[in-house]
């Protein structure tokens, strides 16, 4: 079974630039989630999808932040401008089922650098 | 509110030696709890989970924690450290599984 896909891996963009993550869930997952996890702290979550519909967006900085889940299958997370504050590790994650406690799988990340 | 909170953000053990990484979890109801393990350069991975059974909880690779709701703990238990444990460790809280949080994390160091 392959595992979640994220790409780029890597980014390097100077403040007030535009930047797109892409991420492919495990096939079938309902649910698909983003997750900023800052060096030396825990992943934070941004947004979270049930099939193409927001579920959670409440810590998204809806002011420079922005994602879409299309067809409820590929996600793609925007920020428009960026800040040095945004530099972190974007996570990708999907979960078989809709709602409740259930096991997330992780892509690898891309790693954000904003000079 | 929900939360959790690490105690330890390093932890350092000598290999064939007892694993203890400690975590507290803050929450208005019934939580589920999770330990997540992420190794350098590879997504995060789940060890094991919580969701109101069994209060001892059995995962991957010889790991386990124990619900505590008295003490509001979920500590991640092993009894032999092997060199490949060495990683990042996250204890994560959810209520509904709408909102995940996650703690700041422990590293495991394991001396050979």
């Known amino acids: 079974e392959a595992g979640v896909a994220q790409s780029p891996r890597y980014k390097i963009i100077e403040k007030r630039q535009s930047v797109a993550f892409w991420c492919n869930p495990i096939s079938g997952h309902a649910t698909l989630y983003w997750y900023q996890q800052i060096l030396g702290q825990g992943p934070k979550l941004l947004i979270q999808f049930q099939n193409n519909g927001v579920v959670d967006d409440s810590q998204l900085p809806k002011d420079r932040f922005s994602a879409e889940r299309l067809k409820g299958v590929d996600s793609t997370l925007k920020i428009q401008p960026a800040k040095l504050e945004d530099s972190a590790v974007y996570l990708c994650?999907?979960?078989?089922?809709?709602?409740?406690?259930?096991?997330?799988?992780f892509g690898p990340g891309t790693r954000l650098t904003v000079l | 509110a929900q939360s959790v909170t690490q105690l330890d953000s390093h932890v350092s053990v000598s290999e064939g030696t007892p694993v203890l990484l400690r975590c507290n979890y803050s929450s208005s109801y019934s939580p589920s709890l999770f330990w997540y393990v992420q190794h350098p350069n590879k997504g995060l991975q789940l060890l094991l989970k919580?969701?109101?059974?069994?209060?001892l909880v059995k995962g991957i690779n010889g790991f386990e924690a124990e619900f505590k709701k008295s003490e509001t703990s979920f500590h991640l238990t092993k009894p032999s450290a092997h060199m490949s444990d060495a990683a990042e460790y996250f204890c994560v809280v959810t209520q509904t599984g709408n909102q995940f949080y996650f703690g700041t994390g422990t590293s495991l160091t394991v001396i050979p």
């Open positions: 919580y969701t109101s059974a069994a209060t």
């Open positions: 994650a999907s979960s078989l089922l809709a709602g409740g406690p259930n096991e997330q799988f």
